[in-house]
């Protein structure tokens, strides 16, 4: 072919090669999808972010509410039976979003594991980043340094040697090069910061081995009774999701003794001065029994199992004999404080076992017994003159209903009184017997005795989340008082040039008064004096040089020579 021909044919072919380069540049441009890496990535970017770490935050706390709001199982399973039987259909939708089991449910736990990944994601590659950043060393000096926000300049015979010995006093990190000397400090800002995030990681890891493997039980125990640690023996037991029978530390005590102390005269009258619980204590079925005193925020520790006092009540003793003449019941009962000035006391007895008809009895146990007019009062808690007024009733019951029932409680809807009923019959002393109408029998006051309620807690999350808290306070204090900043000086024809820069908001008028006090020692002896009076706002978290550092830049290290117009914090 001719060299027309080829040109002919190069002209025809050159719109159709312009049009596919403009496809393969627009195919090039075109967006294309992320892929499952790409979303992968933007969803853990997203998940670690700081704004969803605090929206978690802020979904823990609020899925925390209807915890308080609902009655638990966990907690008191009675209520919630009582409120299937007073608003079954609105129970009924509350259970199948688990508000009934806020802290068991799955949403809780998917709150909590995110709010976990989220912090533990921001945390650990910003400390490795820190790591990175407190092994660097301060960067080179700026050219100019009258362009920074703090600087100054004066004519002396100071030598690079004296400037770095003046900056390392006041316990900078020092690096010289030629002619200039850089120094940074405050760097424990960003160590408090993430000291302040892993403590909160390491409270939420602590809270939920708590929730995990702890658990808490109240018991209450009568003078000369005993205790086991073990399930059956807890009056409310609270276990943790991964606790099992087995779990629970073998120890026992036995209640010999309850002391209680109060002001016997003048305006305090009746106020309590000291508790005191005497136990005989065996760590494990085989142990030795140890003498203990158990008071008010002073526990008994058995391997961190906690035994707390946390309240007492007097249990008046009974022996009830029914119309056979069989003793149906004879023991004490405890009472319910109803005045804890007085520590008049409401008290139930039920007596199933009683023939020919069941009985039961409220009673008012009056510690220290007075007249006042046509009724009785107590005057003192102490058990000075102890009386106990008895009202009796006969009848079912309703134990064999099924209905669960208190033990402080006395339903007399199926009981008649027995006699006529009184508001404020004689009251029986010690030893005295009230017959009861009808043939049923009669009562006896035989003694008073006091009890104990217990709170038994095991809690391996404890001592972790104490520390931690102390820690983010450590950390949050570190992060909120110290301020990073640098200083440079340029030494040259006898001229003394001095830059300050603070890396942190609103630290200059405070970074300003330092910068003062190091120009100071530089126009002068800068080893005379006390340096660390310059060490405001927290500048004792400063860090000296770096272990084994000769204090001198590498050959290939940056000169400082900045261009025009550059950051001075530019490395």
């Given at each position: 072919?001719?060299?027309?021909?080829?040109?002919?044919?190069?002209?025809?072919?050159e719109?159709?090669?312009?049009?596919?380069?403009?496809?393969?540049?627009?195919?090039?441009?075109?967006?294309?999808?992320?892929?499952?890496?790409?979303?992968?990535?933007?969803?853990?970017?997203?998940?670690?972010?700081?704004?969803?770490?605090?929206?978690?935050?802020?979904?823990?706390?609020?899925?925390?509410?209807?915890?308080?709001?609902?009655?638990?199982?966990?907690v008191?399973?009675?209520?919630?039976?009582?409120?299937?039987?007073?608003?079954?259909?609105?129970?009924?939708?509350?259970?199948?979003?688990?508000?009934?089991?806020?802290?068991?449910?799955?949403?809780?736990?998917?709150?909590?594991?995110?709010?976990?990944?989220?912090?533990?994601?921001?945390?650990?590659?910003?400390?490795?980043?820190?790591?990175k950043?407190?092994?660097?060393?301060?960067?080179?000096?700026?050219?100019?340094?009258?362009?920074?926000?703090?600087?100054?300049?004066?004519?002396?015979?100071?030598?690079?040697?004296?400037?770095?010995?003046?900056?390392?006093?006041?316990?900078?990190?020092?690096?010289?090069?030629?002619?200039?000397?850089?120094?940074?400090?405050?760097?424990?800002?960003?160590?408090?910061?993430l000291?302040?995030?892993?403590?909160?990681?390491?409270?939420?890891?602590?809270?939920?081995?708590?929730?995990?493997?702890?658990?808490?039980?109240?018991?209450?125990?009568?003078?000369?009774?005993?205790?086991?640690?073990?399930?059956?023996?807890?009056?409310?037991?609270?276990?943790?999701?991964?606790?099992?029978?087995?779990?629970?530390?073998?120890?026992?005590?036995?209640?010999?003794?309850?002391?209680?102390s109060?002001?016997?005269?003048?305006?305090?009258?009746?106020?309590?001065?000291d508790?005191?619980?005497?136990?005989?204590?065996?760590?494990?079925?085989?142990?030795?029994?140890?003498?203990?005193d158990?008071?008010?925020?002073?526990?008994?520790?058995?391997?961190?199992?906690l035994?707390?006092?946390?309240g007492?009540?007097?249990?008046?003793?009974?022996?009830?004999?029914?119309?056979?003449?069989?003793?149906?019941?004879?023991?004490?009962?405890?009472?319910?404080?109803?005045?804890?000035?007085?520590?008049?006391?409401?008290?139930?007895?039920?007596?199933?076992?009683?023939?020919?008809?069941?009985?039961?009895?409220l009673?008012?146990?009056?510690?220290?017994?007075?007249?006042?007019?046509?009724?009785?009062?107590?005057?003192?808690?102490?058990?000075?003159?102890?009386?106990?007024?008895?009202?009796?009733?006969?009848?079912?019951?309703?134990?064999?209903?099924?209905?669960?029932?208190?033990?402080?409680?006395?339903?007399?809807?199926?009981?008649?009184?027995?006699?006529?009923?009184?508001?404020?019959?004689?009251?029986?002393?010690?030893?005295?017997?009230?017959?009861?109408?009808?043939?049923?029998?009669?009562?006896?006051?035989?003694?008073?005795?006091?009890?104990?309620?217990?709170?038994?807690?095991?809690?391996?999350?404890?001592?972790?989340a104490?520390?931690?808290?102390?820690?983010?306070?450590?950390?949050?204090?570190?992060?909120?008082?110290?301020?990073?900043?640098?200083?440079?000086?340029?030494?040259?024809?006898?001229?003394?040039?001095?830059?300050?820069?603070?890396?942190?908001?609103?630290?200059?008028?405070?970074?300003?008064?330092?910068?003062?006090?190091?120009?100071?020692?530089?126009?002068?002896?800068?080893?005379?004096?006390?340096?660390?009076?310059?060490?405001?706002?927290?500048?004792?978290?400063?860090?000296?040089d770096?272990?084994?550092?000769?204090?001198?830049?590498?050959?290939?290290?940056?000169?400082?020579?900045?261009?025009?117009?550059?950051?001075?914090?530019?490395?």
């Amino acid at each position: 072919m001719s060299a027309p021909d080829d040109l002919a044919s190069a002209v025809r072919d050159e719109p159709a090669a312009q049009e596919q380069a403009e496809q393969q540049a627009q195919e090039r441009t075109k967006p294309f999808g992320l892929g499952p890496v790409g979303w992968m990535r933007w969803t853990w970017r997203t998940l670690t972010s700081m704004r969803t770490a605090l929206i978690l935050l802020f979904l823990f706390a609020l899925g925390s509410v209807p915890g308080s709001i609902y009655p638990q199982r966990s907690v008191d399973p009675g209520r919630v039976a009582q409120y299937f039987k007073n608003n079954p259909t609105q129970a009924k939708w509350l259970d199948r979003f688990w508000l009934f089991d806020v802290f068991s449910s799955p949403w809780f736990a998917a709150i909590y594991l995110l709010l976990f990944i989220s912090l533990a994601g921001c945390v650990f590659p910003r400390a490795l980043t820190h790591i990175k950043e407190i092994r660097r060393r301060p960067p080179a000096a700026p050219r100019n340094l009258l362009r920074l926000p703090h600087s100054e300049a004066f004519e002396g015979g100071l030598t690079l040697e004296e400037a770095a010995a003046a900056l390392r006093r006041r316990r900078f990190r020092v690096v010289t090069g030629d002619g200039w000397v850089s120094a940074e400090k405050g760097y424990l800002r960003e160590t408090g910061n993430l000291l302040f995030h892993v403590a909160l990681l390491v409270l939420l890891f602590a809270v939920g081995a708590g929730g995990l493997f702890g658990y808490r039980g109240n018991v209450l125990v009568v003078e000369g009774d005993g205790f086991s640690n073990a399930v059956a023996a807890y009056d409310r037991f609270m276990p943790g999701s991964r606790v099992t029978a087995e779990s629970l530390e073998p120890f026992s005590f036995t209640l010999k003794d309850f002391q209680a102390s109060y002001v016997a005269a003048g305006e305090k009258q009746g106020q309590p001065l000291d508790y005191l619980a005497k136990l005989t204590v065996q760590d494990s079925p085989t142990a030795t029994p140890r003498e203990v005193d158990l008071k008010v925020n002073d526990p008994l520790d058995v391997n961190g199992t906690l035994t707390y006092l946390i309240g007492h009540g007097y249990a008046p003793t009974f022996r009830v004999t029914d119309g056979k003449g069989q003793v149906a019941y004879d023991g004490p009962v405890p009472c319910l404080a109803d005045d804890q000035a007085t520590y008049t006391s409401e008290c139930v007895i039920k007596v199933p076992d009683a023939q020919p008809t069941q009985l039961g009895f409220l009673a008012r146990f009056l510690p220290t017994t007075v007249p006042n007019g046509d009724a009785w009062v107590s005057i003192f808690p102490g058990a000075a003159n102890p009386t106990v007024q008895v009202f009796p009733f006969g009848g079912d019951l309703g134990l064999k209903s099924g209905q669960p029932q208190s033990v402080y409680q006395l339903d007399t809807t199926n009981l008649k009184p027995l006699g006529k009923m009184s508001a404020q019959p004689t009251p029986l002393n010690v030893g005295e017997t009230k017959e009861l109408a009808d043939g049923a029998g009669k009562i006896q006051f035989t003694g008073v005795k006091e009890w104990i309620s217990l709170q038994i807690t095991y809690d391996p999350g404890r001592e972790p989340a104490l520390l931690a808290a102390a820690a983010a306070v450590i950390g949050l204090v570190l992060s909120l008082t110290i301020r990073r900043r640098r200083v440079w000086v340029r030494v040259k024809d006898g001229t003394v040039t001095v830059g300050g820069l603070t890396r942190t908001e609103g630290g200059g008028a405070a970074f300003a008064e330092e910068f003062t006090q190091i120009v100071t020692a530089l126009r002068g002896d800068p080893l005379a004096g006390d340096p660390s009076a310059g060490d405001q706002g927290g500048d004792r978290g400063g860090e000296p040089d770096e272990p084994g550092s000769t204090g001198h830049v590498a050959p290939d290290a940056p000169t400082g020579n900045a261009a025009p117009g550059a950051r001075p914090d530019e490395e």
